[in-house]
């Protein structure tokens, strides 16, 4: 199975932002962080650090194998907390700590991951919104006197002048991650060549909510969820549909003002970090298709209609998607995928390991009920379902292991763990 890379061949223009490798220097460059030890394993830790240390330039997608006899792993390469992530959760806590006597809201959840997000929670952190947007705590009960914690996803333009209304710094404790502003940056350079900017992402998803709100403030912007949706669109490119269906049609997705008459004749795409990078990549081969035989062009003359970019996915979702197809070349009798059940980045790494073998998204070890029954999230039917037996009945049973870029790595130990012991004759687990 191809390894996806993070480099396009549809690059005919760049636009002025910070290429990946650019920001994954920088990010070098800082300081590393503190993260509580709640979040921290010894067994997993190591065998990242010893992966680190044999491979540092990450070109080696291959899973580590531990062979316990009756039971074997094979451990996804990349996984877990990612720069962001760590970056918020760095913050979050320093925020409790240096905050004892203020009341401390956070926008919405930090990162899609229940643990983190529960532990904040009996910490005294109050959250304004739930993930859709939804506000629990009204803004009128808020006062310049609290502190409010910007999650990694960032926020809108919106919610920024809104706090700052109140007398809230949005900037003080915000902990949005820079691969998400490096999106925003893009779409800013696209917007400032005048333009239309697509983002491909969930439209109720926070990070695409902020993206939207960010890019609209330089240039009419649309949010496609999917490859059936960019169909669609096109429709409105080519002519085939009616200007007057399409504001019923894209609802909510597209910025006050949008003309959709001509507001598609010129266009350049970005997309949610967390995006499937095979999605994405079809996303701004169709579109620029489009363009092409929409304008009967060629070469260089393709900029005029279409900004080419790189993919805005950020390096965390790219690692973990291209461990992931290493994972999958390799056999086993089914894969593990732990995560917060609304993980964009985590849902894709489901949906890849759903394309090859039984796969159990769990968001913790509680979910494996017995070593007869798993209760695990169906992607499909957006419910937790119970499933027996899910452990066949072998001389050796191979257990792929993996998560997303917002669960801590105490989560997939423990889950190890329980599965390890239900194979009392295997060899012990060392740390
Ligand atoms: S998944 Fe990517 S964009 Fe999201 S917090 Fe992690 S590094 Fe940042």
Not at 64 to 70: A, P, R
Not at 268 to 275: C, H, I, K, L, Y
Not at 396 to 416: R, W
């Amino acid at each position: 199975m191809e390894v996806i890379s993070n480099s396009s061949d549809i690059e005919l223009f760049r636009v002025d932002a910070p290429s990946e490798g650019d920001t994954r220097r920088k990010m070098k460059k800082m300081k590393s962080f503190q993260i509580p030890d709640l979040y921290k394993s010894t067994i997993i830790g190591g065998i990242k650090e010893k992966r680190r240390l044999q491979d540092k330039l990450k070109k080696d997608f291959t899973p580590t194998v531990l062979d316990y006899g009756m039971v074997k792993f094979l451990i996804s390469r990349h996984f877990g907390f990612c720069y962001g992530v760590e970056n918020a959760v760095e913050i979050a806590y320093r925020t409790i700590d240096e905050n004892p006597d203020k009341r401390i809201f956070l926008l919405s959840e930090m990162i899609h991951n229940p643990d983190v997000n529960a532990d904040l929670l009996s910490r005294g952190v109050n959250f304004i919104m739930d993930t859709s947007g939804r506000q629990l705590i009204p803004w009128e009960e808020l006062s310049a006197n609290d502190v409010v914690i910007v999650p990694a996803f960032g926020t809108t333009v919106e919610i920024q002048q809104r706090l700052s209304d109140i007398g809230i710094n949005a900037y003080q404790y915000d902990t949005t991650c820079p691969f998400v502003e490096k999106v925003w940056n893009r779409a800013t350079a696209i917007g400032q060549k005048d333009y239309t900017i697509v983002v491909h992402g969930k439209p109720s998803h926070e990070e695409t909510r902020a993206t939207f709100s960010h890019a609209k403030e330089n240039a009419p912007t649309i949010v496609v969820k999917d490859m059936k949706q960019t169909i669609e669109l096109a429709k409105y490119i080519t002519g085939e549909k009616s200007a007057e269906q399409f504001y019923e049609e894209f609802k909510g997705q597209y910025s006050e003002g949008f003309d959709v008459t001509k507001d598609l004749q010129r266009i350049g795409v970005v997309n949610q970090t967390t995006m499937l990078a095979s999605d994405t990549q079809g996303i701004a081969d169709y579109l620029k298709q489009i363009m092409i035989q929409q304008y009967n062009i060629e070469g260089s003359d393709v900029t005029a209609y279409f900004a080419d970019t790189r993919d805005t996915l950020c390096y965390a979702t790219n690692d973990n998607q291209s461990a992931t197809y290493g994972l999958l070349k390799e056999e086993a009798d089914l894969v593990v995928v732990a995560g917060g059940y609304n993980s964009s980045n985590t849902s894709h790494l489901v949906e890849l390991c759903e394309q090859k073998l039984p796969t159990y998204f769990i968001s913790s070890a509680d979910k494996i009920l017995t070593e007869n029954l798993i209760s695990h999230f169906d992607l499909h039917s957006k419910t937790e379902r119970h499933t027996s037996n899910f452990i066949p009945q072998k001389d050796q049973v191979t257990i792929m292991l993996t998560c997303g870029a917002s669960c801590p790595d105490a989560v997939v130990e423990s889950i190890l763990l329980k599965l390890h012991s239900f194979f009392p004759e295997a060899l012990p687990i060392e740390a």
